[in-house]
């Protein structure tokens, strides 16, 4: 990355915080001014086809970037969102008795939240506790009674930064007849992802983080296999198979993932989002993961011994989360701050995120902070 053209802009300073927020690719503002202010400055109403030509371009990179088709997408506005949208659309079926969505404990809580406000509609949320490993497949197994309707897979856990098995826990679920949705939060754009791999029913994810799209451009996924099984509650004209009929009296489902798309859409968060996935994708998901790979053992390296938890390179995502006993934690959490590095805490851990704008010489000069301690 020396010596280049920069590719994003990155705030002065150390920032590691890309599990937060991804950087800003340097095009993004002259792009958006493009494709989303000057056709409604030039064209007012009249500029809808080409602002909607951005959704199906949002589309239609989800569909590169994770191997799948762009019809199987649909905008929505946040992760739990999408997750409470799609449990709605579940209908009648699971039956009234099946109706428990089980996910584990260190899934994000925002996910968690999604189904306890739709307890009065029958859905019960059952947690693995956090001290169970969150890729143990027996404790899968143990939790998946009858009652359970949904599993929820966290790919890359934010706080651990671990990542799930999701082939091997889907599979449990198949066998119990259980719907799986993958959450790809922490996952999407350091995580080389294809989506014929798992045969989930549903993944859901934002752009803020890794893809460098900004807050806002949310997406679901639906199986195309049990799409037409699927009523979303949540329902508006850009829901219905020919929004441009205006008839109140007749309403259909739009074919395919796009029922879920709801009243006149938000453009400008998907405006962002398109060029942060352009350029991810452009860099390549695999590149950015073996560069960031590079700088987390740099760091790991020098420091596993100053930890209280084991981290395994190669079954986690972009985050460091390293876990020290209090003390150290706030020696580190001060020295860090003075050295105008972006991180932030959680529990008894500091995460530090490892992007393709981070370099060796970073990632050497946070082993060189813990070596000060
Ligand atoms: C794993 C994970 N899921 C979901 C979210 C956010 O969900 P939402 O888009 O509903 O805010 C985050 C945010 O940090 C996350 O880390």
């Known amino acids: 990355m020396h010596n280049e053209v920069p590719l994003f802009s990155v705030p002065k300073g150390m920032y590691l915080l890309s599990h937060s927020v991804g950087c800003l690719p340097m095009q993004t503002s002259s792009v ?66 099946k109706r428990t969505v089980l996910m584990h404990a260190t899934a994000f809580p925002s996910l968690g939240f999604a189904v306890q406000g739709l307890e009065k509609y029958g859905f019960t949320l059952k947690l693995i506790d956090k001290d169970i490993a969150p890729n143990d497949l027996d404790a899968w197994q143990v939790h998946m009674t009858d009652d359970v309707a949904v599993a929820v897979i966290t790919h890359v856990h934010s706080n651990s930064g671990e990542l799930s098995k999701i082939v091997e826990i889907s599979k449990l679920c198949r066998a119990k007849k259980v719907r799986v949705v993958v959450d790809i939060a922490q996952s999407a754009g350091i995580i080389p992802i294809d989506l014929q791999d798992w045969q989930a029913d549903v993944v859901v994810g934002s752009c803020v983080k890794w893809l460098c799209g900004g807050p806002g451009a949310g997406f679901i996924w639906i199986n195309p296999a049990h799409v037409d099984e699927l009523w979303p509650k949540n329902i508006g004209w850009f829901s ?83 876990a020290l006993n ?48």
């Open 32 to 97: 958006v001014a493009k494709s989303y202010f000057t056709p409604w400055q030039q064209k007012g109403g009249d500029a809808w086809p080409e602002w909607l030509s951005i959704i199906e371009q949002f589309c239609h990179e989800l569909g590169m970037i994770f191997n799948a088709n762009e019809a199987d997408f649909c905008p929505q506005l946040s992760i739990s969102s999408a997750l409470s949208q799609y449990l709605q659309s579940l209908g009648q079926q699971p039956n009234k008795s």
């Open 240 to 322: 219905h198979e020919n929004p441009f009929e205006f008839d109140i009296e007749h309403f259909a489902y739009a074919k395919g993932a796009k029922r879920f798309w709801g009243g006149t859409p938000s453009i400008l968060p998907y405006a962002s989002a398109v060029v942060g996935i352009q350029q991810i994708r452009k860099i390549g998901v695999s590149n950015i993961y073996a560069h960031s790979k590079k700088l987390q053992s740099i760091v790991l390296n020098s420091t596993a011994t100053y930890l209280t938890n084991t981290i395994k390179l190669e079954e986690s995502g972009g985050t460091l989360c390293l």
């Open 326 to 373: 209090n003390n150290l934690l706030d020696r580190l959490a001060n020295e860090l701050t003075q050295s105008n590095v972006y991180f932030d805490r959680r529990e008894n851990s500091i995460r530090l995120s490892w992007h393709i704008y981070n370099t060796e010489q970073e990632a050497r000069k946070v082993a060189n902070i813990f070596h000060c301690l």
